[in-house]
């Protein structure tokens, strides 16, 4: 086998791999809901630094919806939707709708070894001592908050979610556009 | 006054290979409530609370204990009239050599920590690695967390896993359930 065959070949069994395993991951995923959180509750503001070393000030994206998911890289079904958020970023990135993942109790250095095998462009923040987590209702990682403009706490997601999923996407948008009017 | 109705569900029990972990998995699938216990070794147990903080002796101590990867599912796509679905581990009763006992829960490994003085990062990733003590599902949430049993390596055992809806207390056993032998102490178990 010529080097070039071998590398097409090795591709598609990588390929073929990665389809597998996101089979393997929806399939463990439950159904594509975003529950509403009852009763609602004033999102408690934070300000974390992020593994890119700025602060992020939750109360400065007041007037967008914010997506705020709490996640750790040793928690397999955090891993699994990671992709799902970063498409789902780049779908909403010109919408006033933007994610920021939390990280619980990790260091920078963990983070960002993550990243080399689950490239994300928006911001990972650090919750070192878990502080910011405490303030949250959570009691299983990962847990996915959405909030309104108005810093409202009104969706939350136990477990990981398909996020590009457009019923979702559509979630998301509806609660922009009713907070505008 | 609330009444609660007790079903000792029909349910579907399953046991088999985990496609991923590829480790034994015992399962039960009761309408729209999925509950999955999949084996752990002893080793990657180890390995995994060392890569966390904890010392070789402290991680060996939960190795030891008879742990389970557990993924508890709420797969119903919408909400039903009688609610979501919660559980709580205290209910849930192990039996095993004619002695019925409960799960070691994220509580109880708290108090055992501080006694040892276990890293506070160490406890921290413990305490979210572990199925949660109590926990409220709407439809399509769920956990993966790790249980742990509080047994030897190599145990058998029976569970009552437990859970409600509405008015409604559902119990379903699973059989014959068993804990990874410990291949580094015991070479000779399989």
């Not at chain 1, 400065?60 to 939707?81: K, L, M």
């Not at chain 2, 859970?163 to 409604?168: A, I, L, R, S, V």
Request: net charge negative; proline share 6%; glycine share 6%.
């Amino acid at each position: 086998m010529t080097h070039r065959a071998c590398v097409v070949t090795a591709l598609f069994g990588i390929f073929l791999g990665l389809t597998a395993l996101d089979l393997l991951a929806a399939e463990r995923q439950g159904a594509q809901t975003l529950p509403v959180l009852s009763p609602p509750m004033a999102a408690p503001d934070f300000v974390l630094t992020g593994e890119d070393g700025k602060r992020y000030r939750l109360s400065d994206y007041r007037g967008q919806v914010v997506v705020v998911n709490f996640w750790a890289t040793w928690c397999p079904p955090c891993r699994y939707e990671m992709p799902a958020m970063e498409r789902a970023h780049q779908k909403l990135k010109d919408e006033k709708i933007v994610l920021l993942a939390v990280n619980v109790g990790e260091d920078e250095e963990s983070v960002f070894a993550f990243t080399g095998q689950y490239p994300v462009t928006f911001p990972l923040l650090l919750d070192r001592d878990g502080t910011v987590v405490k303030q949250y209702p959570v009691i299983g990682l990962p847990t996915t908050f959405v909030i309104d403009p108005h810093g409202n706490v009104t969706y939350r997601a136990v477990g990981g979610r398909e996020w590009d999923d457009e019923a979702l996407l559509n979630q998301l948008r509806q609660l922009l556009n009713r907070s505008a009017l | 006054m609330a009444v609660t109705i007790l079903l000792i569900a029909a349910a579907v029990v399953s046991h088999g290979i985990d496609e991923e972990a590829k480790f034994p998995y015992w399962q039960i699938e009761d309408r729209g409530v999925s509950v999955r216990l999949v084996q752990r070794l002893p080793d990657q147990t180890r390995g995994y609370f060392q890569a966390r903080g904890f010392s070789i002796g402290d991680a060996d101590l939960i190795a030891q204990q008879c742990v389970f990867q557990t993924i508890f599912k709420n797969a119903r796509s919408q909400i039903t009239e009688s609610g979501p679905i919660h559980y709580s581990l205290r209910e849930w009763v192990v039996y095993t050599h004619g002695r019925e006992q409960g799960l070691k829960t994220r509580e109880d490994w708290r108090k055992e920590w501080k006694a040892r003085k276990a890293p506070a990062a160490a406890q921290l990733a413990f305490e979210w690695s572990l199925l949660p003590t109590q926990q409220v599902y709407q439809p399509g949430d769920y956990n993966w967390g790790m249980s742990v049993f509080n047994l030897a390596p190599g145990s058998t055992f029976d569970l009552d896993v437990i859970w409600h809806q509405g008015d409604e207390k559902r119990v379903v056993r699973i059989r014959d359930i068993r804990c990874a032998p410990d291949e580094r102490r015991d070479p000779e178990a399989q």
